[in-house]
């Protein structure tokens, strides 16, 4: 006895589940249908403002960032424009010093050869001085020893040797 049954079969228990299924659908149509539909509507409507608030916010953001790199690398170029001011500013300041310390020393020099030439002078001055006196005493020496019957040789060697034991004045 070989019992078959069909792959789909009606019977009375699948016939009252469908009945049941369709019953329990038209009751919840009825009472809970608008309630549920209007909890996800709403659902939905809350998660697409969160999201939208979202996408706002990044496109704020977005803006704020490209305004920052903006700001950044227009201070990058600022710096670089300061720094290279400076420097060029340094570099005048740098050749206006050399140039006064090329003035200050050329007056240096000029001061000193001028003090040299006044030293020169003086010294030539009491140099002639010297020789005027030594020149006066050999001239008074010659005139004693002539009146004394003495030779001019000897007259200028002792005139030669005070002059050397005497201290010249500068």
């Not at 240096?108 to 005027?132: F, H, N, P, T, V």
Request: glycine share 2%; hydrophobic share 45%.
């Amino acid at each position: 006895m070989e019992f078959h049954t069909g792959l789909i079969e009606i019977n009375w228990t699948s016939l009252m589940i469908l009945i049941n299924v369709f019953i329990l659908y038209i009751i919840l149509k009825k009472f809970f249908w608008e309630k549920i539909k209007k909890f996800m509507d709403d659902r939905a409507n809350a998660v697409k403002d969160k999201i939208d608030v979202a996408e706002a916010m990044n496109k704020r953001a977005d803006a704020k960032m490209a305004d920052y790199t903006k700001r950044i690398s227009n201070v990058e170029e600022e710096g670089r424009e300061i720094i290279k001011e400076a420097k060029v500013t340094a570099d005048a300041q740098a050749q206006h010093i050399i140039e006064e310390a090329r003035k200050e020393a050329a007056s240096i020099i000029i001061s000193a050869r001028a003090a040299a030439e006044l030293e020169r002078e003086k010294a030539m001055d009491d140099m002639r001085q010297e020789i005027a006196q030594i020149s006066m005493m050999v001239a008074q020496q010659i005139v004693e020893r002539e009146v004394n019957e003495i030779g001019q040789e000897s007259i200028l060697d002792d005139a030669i040797q005070k002059a050397r034991n005497a201290t010249w004045q500068s």
